[in-house]
Nanobody
């Protein structure tokens, strides 16, 4: 069973940056495609960005040019660099993984989830 643990969330002001980390255990992450999702209060969980097992990436339009997904295969860690943060980025951020190789932002494609880390952006 792949286990995922997020860290790095916090409270920041508009325009600041944060880097989220997702540490995976038990299996090499290169076997999985992985993604970052977020859920704001009262809203559905949405896919933000994903990385395929081969390293290809996809971003939702609202974060393009501001967020960057990356991974350290040796250390089994997924990252989300978030720059130019906005109040609408406030959410609980989740790391997710699936056994298929392709990148996906569909929640139902993922069967491994972390517990989430809170990001709050204030103006």
């Amino acid at each position: 069973q792949l286990q995922l643990v997020e860290s790095g969330g916090g409270s920041v002001q508009v325009g600041w940056s944060l880097t989220l980390s997702c540490a995976a255990s038990r299996y090499p992450i290169r076997r999985f495609s992985m993604a970052w999702f977020r859920q704001a209060p009262g809203k559905e969980r949405e896919g933000v960005t994903c990385i395929s097992s081969g390293g290809g990436t996809t971003y939702v339009d609202s974060v393009k040019g501001r967020f960057t997904i990356s991974r350290d295969i040796a250390n089994k860690t997924l990252y989300l660099q978030m720059d130019g943060l906005k109040p609408e980025d406030t959410a609980l951020y989740y790391c997710a993984a699936q056994g298929r190789s392709r990148c996906s932002l569909a929640r139902l494609d993922f069967n491994y989830w972390g517990q989430g880390t809170q990001v709050t952006v204030s103006s």
